[in-house]
């Protein structure tokens, strides 16, 4: 399995990207999904999940009431929505797949697969 984060790249500050998460050599639907990033000197943080159907989202205090994450398990991807940008949201983002299929919480030590990285900036 192997994972394709894109769509980062520089926003001013209250604007918005859309990061998407290709799946491939396997079914999306068969894992949960998860979003972190790594800001520069900072630890991992989570920034939301998704369960394998959609139906449930999970998100980091941070981003709660910003950012939006679905999924489509016919394309194989996940997708971040993120609305109202800061400076403090500049970090590489990753996208995850889960080795749980339940669980209320997602933390990095319980993911199975990662992606590359996507590097999102926001500055004027």
């Known amino acids: 399995v192997q994972l394709q984060a894109s769509g980062g790249g520089l926003a001013q500050p209250g604007g918005s990207l859309r990061l998407s998460c290709a799946l491939s050599?396997?079914?999306?639907?068969?894992?949960?999904m998860g979003w972190f990033r790594q800001a520069a000197g900072k630890e991992r943080e989570f920034v939301g999940g998704?369960?394998?159907?959609?139906?449930?989202?999970l998100y980091g205090d941070s981003v709660k009431g910003r950012f939006t994450i679905s999924r489509n398990n016919a394309k194989n991807t996940a997708y971040l929505q993120m609305n109202t940008l800061s400076p403090d949201d500049t970090a590489i983002y990753y996208c995850?797949?889960?080795?749980?299929?339940?669980?209320?919480?997602?933390?990095?030590?319980?993911?199975?697969?990662w992606g590359d990285g996507t590097q999102v900036t926001v500055s004027s």
């Open positions: 998704i369960t394998r159907d959609g139906g449930r989202t």
């Open positions: 995850a797949i889960d080795r749980r299929i339940s669980g209320a919480t997602m933390t990095a030590d319980g993911m199975l697969y």
């Open positions: 050599g396997g079914s999306s639907r068969q894992y949960r």
